[in-house]
């Protein structure tokens, strides 16, 4: 498995960044890529999941209504659209598949295995 997570950069409050994550090798029961965030100084935390198969997507509370993920399958993509960015927003993220999306009650559950080299973002004015 492949996964290369990309499109970080230095945005402004209020601005937008669409991250990448190019997917390869992904056996046939993972069934979904999953989005974390780890924040300076912090742990670890999702922030969006699609589920291939039933086309369901899932968002923590803290960015729902301004995160969209999104599924590219001729380019074997993810994207994940980051609108009204807040400074809090600052920090590495990370893409990585899973069986399923293990959302429970607004929170995500960490996939097992390591984790890649993700992409920073900053938001800062």
């Known amino acids: 498995v492949q996964l290369q997570a990309s499109g970080g950069g230095s945005v402004q409050p209020g601005g937008s960044l669409r991250l990448s994550c190019a997917y390869s090798g992904i056996p046939s029961n993972y069934d979904a890529i999953v989005w974390f965030h780890q924040a300076p100084g912090k742990e670890r935390e999702g922030v969006s999941c699609?589920?291939?198969?039933?086309?369901?997507?899932f968002y923590a509370d803290s960015v729902k209504g301004r995160f969209t993920i999104s599924r590219d399958n001729a380019e074997n993509k993810v994207y994940l659209q980051m609108n009204s960015l807040k400074p809090e927003d600052t920090g590495v993220y990370y893409c990585k598949t899973d069986h399923f999306c293990r959302y429970y009650s607004g929170r995500f559950l960490s996939p097992s295995g390591s984790w890649g080299q993700g992409t920073q973002v900053t938001v800062s004015s």
């Open positions: 699609i589920r291939f198969s039933l086309s369901t997507t």
